[in-house]
């Protein structure tokens, strides 16, 4: 163990001495989600993963104090939970000792649904449901309320990030928190435009080389989700969830719902997707009618 690690994290008659955990945490679930070895050791993967969520928490735990303020339960819903790290930590750093609320982790994999189900189980998070269900799908579920106060998606693939928005959106969410993920539709859209584009303007120059045009893609959209939630009545922050070398993909998206929609927002929104010959095939998605 490192000179520097110092007691932290404590149950089960366990200590484990590592200044990344906060106190209190539980050090069981963090081996039950295999981020902590069996001797209470963090290996650089696992480091980095525990980074990202202490970090996220630190945007996050804000937010739920605003919900809870008046005694409200605070719903979340994680958006393409994976083993669903996030969930589980938030439960046990924040839902755990508040006694109310509840979190919901909604994902496509059933394995992966099964074991957080059976996790939870033995846990004893007895506020924690996970559904086997797509992002989309979520939207009519009947297993969720009609509404979410929190909704967060981290690295939720492809346009998975943008069906997160579509269900904060349609369950008035207070605020969302997005870490969006690669993005392949709009670059495969800007592909298809390519012959157009080409004969336009010097900014042909990004359709030269796909590797651009996939990273173009990829920009474009978080600037269209942008623009979209503060069209919708979002305030939006960017920012970075951890330093570049953590992970490729560390865009932060924070909206939270102040009711004032910016007008100026959406015609942004539309005069981007014009430029980039875009309109007619993701003006609906980013919540543009003809
Ligand atoms: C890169 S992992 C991220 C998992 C987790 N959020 C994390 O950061 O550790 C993306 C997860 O989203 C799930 N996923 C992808 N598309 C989805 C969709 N449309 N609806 C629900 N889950 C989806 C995948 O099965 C996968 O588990």
Request: glycine share 8%; aromatic share 6%.
């Amino acid at each position: 163990m490192k000179p520097r690690e110092r007691a932290a994290g404590q149950d089960k008659g366990a200590v484990v001495d590592l200044p990344e955990l906060r106190p209190g945490q539980s050090v069981e679930l963090l081996k039950e989600l295999h981020i902590l070895t069996r001797d209470g050791r963090l290996n650089q993967d696992s480091r980095r993963k525990l980074k990202q969520v202490s970090h996220l928490f630190q945007f996050i735990e804000p937010l739920l104090e605003e919900m809870a303020a008046d005694g409200h339960a605070p719903l979340l819903a994680d958006h393409g939970a994976g083993k669903s790290y996030l969930g589980f930590i938030l439960y046990d750093l924040y839902f755990k000792a508040m006694g109310r609320g509840h979190i919901y982790g909604i994902e496509t994999r059933a394995e992966l649904v099964e074991k957080s189900r059976a996790l939870a189980k033995r846990l004893g998070f007895e506020r924690m449901s996970f559904l086997n269900l797509s992002v989309a799908q979520s939207q009519d579920a009947a297993e969720l309320p009609e509404r979410i106060d929190l909704v967060t998606a981290l690295h939720a693939c492809d346009t998975a990030t943008d069906d997160a928005i579509a269900f904060g959106l349609q369950k008035h969410a207070r605020a969302m928190v997005l870490v969006p993920c690669c993005q392949a539709e709009v670059a495969a859209c800007l592909r298809a435009g390519k012959a157009l584009q080409l004969s336009r303007t010097p900014l042909a120059e990004l359709w030269r080389h796909p590797l651009h045009t996939r990273e173009l893609g990829s920009q474009i959209t978080n600037v269209l989700r942008c623009l979209h939630l503060e069209a919708s009545g979002y305030q939006v922050t960017v920012t970075e969830l951890v330093g570049w070398e953590h992970s490729m993909k560390n865009e932060l998206i924070i909206a939270r719902y102040t009711g004032q929609k910016k007008h100026s927002a959406t015609e942004r929104l539309r005069a981007i997707l014009q430029q980039f010959g875009l309109e007619s095939s993701l003006g609906p998605r980013f919540g543009l009618t003809a």
